[in-house]
């Protein structure tokens, strides 16, 4: 069986390879990942750019966990091998001994040493000035980075600053030989002239005890292929990833401050979708439908009949009472909040009296611009198009407990409504109220043991066994049913249509045989139909 080699292993071939191998700085995890889409074969975990991206400087400010923190990310996101830019190995010998065994943890691939002191300054700042270890105790840091590694694949390489700090051809020769003797699997000589005079006398001399690795930061202009006429096949391109982000934000950020106008970038920058492309957004939600458990209660679609006016005096003088507030928000907020809490995503509402004022987001509108003449059944008959699949329809003056809710989409008999069997509790004197009349024992949860007998203002108080709150819960089938009889009303019966109320709507369907449930609850709901429910309301409601 063919297996895939290891990441180190893979950055291994690459060093000892005679082809070209071009490592393309990341500082984080999307950057990885767009140097991975981009078809380079390595990653080099720059200190520089690292410490950058953190806001601070090249000068071991940022720690080595903090580092390492970043390189998980950026494991995580590419399936490159990285070589990180591990600086002086952050201590002596014994950090660099614990380094190794924390990167080989986090699966890097190797990692980079260079002989300057700890703490580090950036190499192309004052670099004269800088002192290099002594050589001794450089190479015992690359032992002892060699004797901790598990993997034998993990590789070392040993950076040398010799031509940096103004050392000369021969400091230069006499290090990385010394650092191949050490062990160093690859030895990175730097230089920051502005030619490549100091690279090609350095490989005129070298006896390729080890293969070499360079960073043309500072010579740019000249092409790779010379390197590689002189045996040169390994780059490194250090920091272009972080300047090309560092230029396209000063740019836009620049002219988005100076215009105030978000169109003024919005054709220079990636959509939205490509961010969550290269999030992987499409993968988890293909992973929640194999491992979440499939919900049992059914995704719903909720409208919310609130034309009307209501009796609150100035309450409702430029706004219908679904918009009053209630606890800090709008009534018609409580049941958009209630809806999505339960997975019901599409909502929508019938306005009427002052519909301009029912401008919550996320939400479809359908309007009863004949309100004041018309009944219930007229305004749903209104969101006739919205009506299909599992449906919830709610009056829009009721505030409820989310429980009462979860029970009713849990009901089975495909319509079901939400029954108070309290309702003789709340002694309420209303001169209009949706009594009912059921058969078999109170049910809570809808498991269709009870059963809708009649509904509507005619029932006797005394007969009554409970009164309706105001919402109902029909499964697909049940609401296509309910738009064939909708429309029927309207072919046939327009006055009925023009005039009629869910009561009446809910007995027409039991009379055609359709069996409701009814779900009882004991009170944990709210009527509001003046100011004095509303105050009530205010005093007991959950938020």
Known sequence: MTTTPSLAKRLRMLLSSDSVAVFMEAHNGLSAKLACEAGFEALWGSGLSVSAALGVRDNNEASWTQVLEVLEFMVDASDLPILIDGDTGYGNFNNVRRLVRKL??????????????FPKTNSFIDGERQ????????????????DTQVDPDFVVVARTEAFIAGWGLD??????????????????????????REILSFMEQWDHSAPIIIVPTKYPTEPLSRFVDAGISNFIFANQSLRTVITA???????????????????????????????????????????????????????VLAASK?????????????????????IMTWHTDAFRHQGIRRIAAVRGYCKEAMDLSDIQYFDNDDWASTGELASLYAAR????????IAYGDIVFDEFILRNLLSQTEGTGIAVDGAWKLRGRADAKRDLVVTEGACDPVGLGACKL?????????????????GMLYLQAA??????????????EEPEVLRTGDLPMLLGRLIAAGETVSAVHTFGHWYDLDDQQDLLLASAQVKS
Not at 104 to 117: N, P, S, T, V
Request: aromatic residues 4%.
């Open 385 to 392: 198009e919205f009506l299909e699949g599992d449906m919830v």
């Open 131 to 146: 002192v290099l270890a002594e050589v001794d105790e450089f190479c015992g840091k690359l032992r002892a980075a060699k």
């Open 171 to 196: 400091e230069a020769l006499l290090r990385a030989y010394a650092y191949a003797e050490a062990g160093a699997d690859v030895v990175l000589v730097h230089s920051k002239r502005k030619d490549s």
């Open 104 to 117: 080989e943890q986090r699966r890097i691939a190797g990692l980079c040493l260079e002989d300057k002191l």
């Open 478 to 491: 049940k609401t296509a049913t309910l738009v064939e009889l909708l429309d029927h009303l309207n072919a």
């Open 310 to 330: 209501g009796d609150f005096g100035d309450l409702v003088k430029d706004r219908p009472k679904a918009m009053l507030r209630l606890r800090g928000k709008p």
């Open 249 to 303: 934000l000063e740019r836009n950020l620049r002219k988005l401050h100076e215009t105030r106008d978000l169109m003024s970038i919005e054709n220079e920058i990636a959509p939205v979708s490509e961010i969550f492309r290269l999030q992987d957004v499409q993968e988890l939600k293909s992973s929640e439908k194999r491992y979440l458990p499939s919900s049992t209660q059914p995704q719903a679609s909720a409208v």
């Open 453 to 469: 007998v009649e509904i509507g203002a005619t029932v006797a108080p005394d007969k009554a066994m409970g009164e309706w709150i």
